[in-house]
């Protein structure tokens, strides 16, 4: 109880109105993670008050709850419902009496009025009692923020003792967090068709277990870094879903992490048909959803309804018949999502990054009626980020997992159920946090191809940094350093898909590293190459999605080609159109000089077409007389050899007139034959006429200029800019991501290079959660640059330190060294066959 009375005066403190000159001139940020400060903000005020929203309004009614000493003013916008419309939980002020008044906003709903304004908003907004009272009747509301998701933490608060995991979360105990036994044969074959190690299916098997029998729990998963949480979630999920059909909901802290979730989850589906008849919903802001999750995003799936004509009963229809809502912990407890499961309608929720979650975040799902909660995250790794020193003294900052955590290492026994076996760094990198932080419970199961660098590598220089926050030498060292690991990894095409990723404490070292490490790239940028070609037919109109631009009197067109294009490939393409439209014309131009041909020889009497035509007539003619006349030769020779097969009566002179009809028959055709013969010869050499000749050549003539204008419209030149192959050393050194650490949590890269920076104490570096996330990104190479003299001062990093020198993989170095002498310190040789392989 104690607890919640901190919380609670920390969010009284957190959600109490600050006077007006704080709010004007002054700004709580943070130049990193667990760095304060407080600056004037004159810019950003600019900024903001241009971005906020505006609306006027029109006072309808106005009534004063005495009691609560508060006003609640119903408003209606005056031109038509809009964007800039508060909504229901925004923070909003206007003026009333010449004074400015800040109010809540509890109720908004949209209106069909007039015809000419079209739709109206309505909303109440409750302030504190007004006592004068205007006869102002309209007036400017401004919309602050949306301070919704602060006060479901104070509604958390207030709803959580009606929880029957209440005592649960006020004093965590062992015999609490004990989740029931079960066999790894309950679960097996999983339904996912996934092949698990036997730590993770024994979590599987107890979760699953433990949550259809729907008692009052909560299960702690412990996932270190590359040890497979999110495919043991998918499995729990699958498998509570295949054994009891029930509801689950599915949260994280941040969107990227619920995205990924449900991502993961819909991959699987896709390719197993077991899991087609699961349906999952995405909840939350859709700008804030990721591309692999649109497709179930409930405004999506509504959509596709078909209750398309009452959008609002689809979307509650679809939140309620689903198996799976996933959503951020804040957006689990929505208007909508209340109104639909105000009768804890919830038993099952599974919260990934849980150590990542402040406590009363955690707390929101329970008002759902959730019995049966399961947190999955690292307590070794970062914390919630919360920036206010205020709040971190009353321990805001601290997750209900760690919590839970500390109070189990003063008892005996450990409820915390641990992965214990990582597949994503080699040994030598895993090797110290495994022992420093997590007692060198977790085992090695990772298959790494082989590069030709050390794997693990601590860089010692004396470069001392600027400010608090920045130290140019040592940027200098690391771009050298990733320009060299670059230029050696493209000597090898099969390291095309290698990944290198800078990380650092400190934002504004990253900006410096980012600023070198795009000048160095420029050098290395692709030319750009001027070509002339003939204008493609419809450039002006559209090419490339842009107009060309004018063309002057001496100026030529230019089109510009978009980054990254391959030289050849749009080279060949716009050849290739200009080359389809000169033969498309070509093409057209033989097809008229066609059809006027075929004109001509069906019109023109005189001349050489007509003898040809008539030839062929006449040949055709003679030709059938032909045939007609060796059929009746044919028929009368077999007339005459019937005739001699008879027996030889005498009449004898019958045969003789045969024979001599016969041989004049045949002779008599022979002579047409060769007379026709004769005639054709003497057609086909016939000259034409020459007025015949002469026309045909001014045709001919006339068309072949026709023919020559048209091409040389068609082949106008233009010169474009076309950007040359980028080089595979431009394309590696593009897509290396420089971030800061707490960005980089759940993310890995197969090299990482960590700038630490400080060269005056150690700041917030000494942080453990911070440096066990830094030294578990990389899975074949981690390389830490730093000065490292006054971290010894740390009891961590003096350790590290010493574990460094004991395996040969400290050296020292100048920060200005050349990228040949830093890469004498980072080039381990290997056989190209050779591979880190490392099995449980």
């Known amino acids: 109880m104690i607890m919640l009375k901190q919380c609670f005066h920390f969010c009284s403190w957190n959600f109490g109105m600050s006077s007006k000159k704080d709010l004007e001139t002054r700004k709580v940020v943070s130049d990193e993670k667990g760095n304060v400060k407080s600056r004037d903000i004159k810019e950003e005020d600019k900024k903001t008050s241009s971005m906020e929203r505006r609306a006027s309004v029109d006072l309808v009614t106005i009534s004063h709850d005495n009691k609560d000493q508060t006003s609640i003013l119903t408003l209606i916008t005056c031109n038509g419902h809009s964007d800039i419309d508060p909504i229901r939980g925004d923070l909003v002020k206007f003026e009333w009496n010449r004074e400015q008044v800040f109010g809540y906003v509890e109720e908004d709903e949209t209106l069909q009025t007039y015809e000419h304004l079209g739709l109206s908003g309505k909303f109440k907004i409750k302030t504190r009692r007004l006592k004068h009272f205007s006869l102002k009747r309209n007036f400017l509301v401004t919309t602050v923020l949306s301070v919704s998701p602060y006060l479901r933490f104070v509604k958390a608060m207030q709803d959580l003792p009606r929880s029957c995991l209440f005592d649960t979360v006020m004093k965590p105990r062992v015999e609490d967090y004990e989740i029931a036994d079960a066999l790894r044969t309950s679960v097996f074959p999983l339904i996912t068709g996934h092949v698990l190690n036997h730590k993770q299916m024994d979590i599987v098997a107890r979760v699953v277990a433990t949550a259809t029998e729907q008692a009052p729990k909560i299960c702690l998963i412990q996932g270190p870094p590359g040890t497979g949480k999110s495919k043991v979630i998918l499995n729990i999920i699958c498998e509570i879903l295949n054994k009891k059909s029930t509801k689950i909901l599915l949260c994280a802290p941040s969107n990227r992490a619920i995205d990924e979730l449900v991502g993961n989850f819909l991959t699987v589906q896709k390719a197993n048909k077991n899991l087609k008849h699961f349906s999952i919903v995405r909840v939350g802001c859709i700008d804030k959803m990721g591309d692999e999750v649109q497709e179930v995003t409930l405004p999506h799936l509504a959509q596709m309804s078909e209750l398309k004509s009452e959008k609002r009963k689809s979307k509650d229809d679809i939140l309620r018949t689903s198996d799976v809502i996933a959503t951020t912990l804040s957006s689990s407890y929505s208007f909508q999502m209340e109104r639909i499961f105000e009768n804890d309608d919830i038993p099952v929720c599974i919260v990934d990054e849980a150590a990542q979650s402040t406590e009363l975040g955690t707390l929101i799902p329970l008002m759902l009626g959730v019995r049966t909660l399961i947190l999955v995250g690292d307590p070794k790794q970062l914390p919630p980020t919360v920036l206010s020193p205020q709040a971190k003294f009353h321990g805001f900052d601290k997750s209900l997992f760690y919590r839970a955590k500390e109070n189990f290492d003063l008892q005996q026994g450990n409820p915390i159920l641990m992965l214990d076996t990582q597949y994503r760094m080699v040994e030598d990198i895993v090797s110290w946090p495994n022992n420093f932080f997590y007692q060198g419970r977790l085992k090695t199961g990772s298959s790494v191809p082989s590069l ?57 070292q990253r900006e410096v590293i980012l600023n070198l490490l795009k000048f160095r790239c420029k050098r290395y940028a692709p030319a750009i190459k001027i070509v002339t070609i003939p204008k493609p037919k419809d450039l002006d109109n559209n090419f490339d999605g842009k107009k060309a631009p004018k063309e002057g009197i001496n100026n030529s067109n230019t089109v510009q080609i978009p980054d990254g294009s391959d030289f050849e490939d749009w080279e060949e393409l716009l050849l290739a159109e200009s080359q389809e439209e000169e033969a498309g014309v070509q093409k057209e131009a033989l097809k008229g000089r066609r059809g006027r041909k075929s004109e001509r020889k069906i019109e023109e009497k005189t001349g050489k077409e007509r003898i040809i035509i008539e030839g062929e007539e006449e040949l055709n003619s003679l030709c059938s007389a032909l045939k007609s006349v060796q059929l009746q030769d044919t028929r009368k020779k077999d007339k005459n050899e019937e005739e001699l097969e008879k027996p030889n009566d005498g009449k004898s002179h019958e045969k003789i007139e045969g024979q001599e009809e016969e041989e004049r028959i045949v002779v008599q055709g022979e002579d047409e034959l060769n007379s026709v013969s004769s005639r054709l010869k003497v057609l086909s050499v016939q000259p034409i006429p020459n007025k015949t000749q002469k026309e045909a050549s001014k045709r001919r003539n006339f068309q072949k200029t026709k023919r020559m204008e048209k091409e040389a419209e068609v082949m106008e030149y233009i010169t474009i800019e076309v950007m040359e192959k980028p080089s595979p050393l431009y394309l590696k050194l593009k897509s290396i991501q420089v971030n800061t650490v707490d960005s980089f949590q759940g993310q890995e890269r197969d090299i990482i290079v960590m700038s630490c920076v400080r060269s005056k104490g150690i700041g917030f570096v000494n942080d453990p959660n911070r440096l066990c996330v830094s030294l578990t990104r990389a899975k074949h190479t981690m390389l830490l640059c730093g000065n490292f003299g006054t971290f010894k001062k740390n009891a961590m990093w003096k350790a590290l330190l010493r574990d460094a020198t004991s395996r040969n993989a400290s050296v020292e170095i100048n920060a200005n060294a050349s990228i040949a002498n830093i890469m004498k310190h980072v080039i381990a040789e290997k056989s190209q066959d050779d591979k880190d392989i490392f099995l449980w």
């Open 452 to 508: 030709p660098f050390h794997n693990y590598k601590l860089l010692h220089h004396s470069s001392h940094q600027n400010q608090t926050d920045f130290n140019h030498g040592e940027a200098q060292l690391v771009v050298n350093l990733i320009m060299g690991l670059s230029m050696e990894i493209v000597k090898n095409p099969a390291n095309e898909d290698v990944s290198i990723g800078i990380i650092t404490p400190y934002r504004r």
